[in-house]
């Protein structure tokens, strides 16, 4: 059985007690980070075997826990922070699964995509995810002309070096959009920011911000 466990994004209070169990009860780890997650267990006081699995070596490390799996051990696979599976490669293991015949079962808990749509105030009947947006500029403003056309909200992570960057092109494309900047959720330092895009490119264009982001856009109907 496969158990496919949200972790904190930030903030270790926000695991669950299901979670806690499941990690505690499985037989081995399947880790996208093993150092974020032994930061978690040595907080919770946890000790489990780990098997690292990240992005690259996917294919070959699937065979081993699909090994694992087959004899009968119980794995709980974690991703470095929040809910497997969002811009990362664990859905190569629980496809292997289901074609398998293993049971899957998730362990919801922390995700920056709904900690972020919950706190945007932006209308969700209907949103795009795209995680993580093309790194280079003429990428870039080829993607965001695209998105623009999009009725509805966008949300999308960014790295802390590439930040300031995407709000220039963003704010060549659609400077009058609503934007929701959410910075180092569920941390210390954790900011929300709303405004249009040209607001929000004027006031934080020369600053030194630092962490992760999760952007929302507003769709063309969210004036």
């Known amino acids: ?30 880790s996208e980070d093993t150092r ?12 489990k075997p780990m098997i690292s699995y990240y992005r690259g070596c996917e294919k070959i490390k699937s065979q081993q826990i699909l090994k694992l799996l087959k004899e009968g051990k119980k794995i709980a ?5 929040g809910t497997p599976g969002i811009s990362d490669p664990a859905h190569y293991i629980v496809r292997m699964c289901h074609e398998n015949k293993i049971t899957v079962v998730p362990i919801p808990g922390p995700s920056a995509l709904t900690a972020a749509l919950s ?56 400077p009058d959009r609503k934007l929701v900047v959410c910075r180092e959720l569920t941390k210390k330092f954790e900011q929300v920011i709303y405004g249009t ?3 929000l490119f004027n006031e934080l264009s020369k600053s030194k911000m630092k962490g992760e982001f999760v952007l929302i856009l507003g769709g063309k109907q969210c004036y």
Do not use: W
Not at 3 to 11: K, R
């Open 197 to 199: 895009v040209s607001e």
């Open 119 to 174: 706190v945007c105030g932006l209308p969700l009947d209907r949103f795009s995810f795209y995680g993580f947006i093309p790194r280079k500029k003429k990428e870039k403003l080829e993607f965001f002309e695209e998105i623009s056309k999009t009725e509805s909200p966008c949300i999308f992570f960014e790295s802390v070096h590439r930040f300031i960057d995407t709000l220039e092109v963003l704010n060549r494309v659609v």
């Open 36 to 47: 974020e997650t032994r930061k978690l267990f040595t907080h919770f006081q946890i000790h």
């Open 77 to 81: 696979l974690v991703c470095d922070r």
């Open 1 to 30: 059985m496969l158990f496919i466990v949200a972790t904190p994004i930030g903030n270790l209070e926000d695991i669950t007690f299901r979670a806690l169990n499941v990690l505690r009860d499985v037989d081995f780890v399947v």
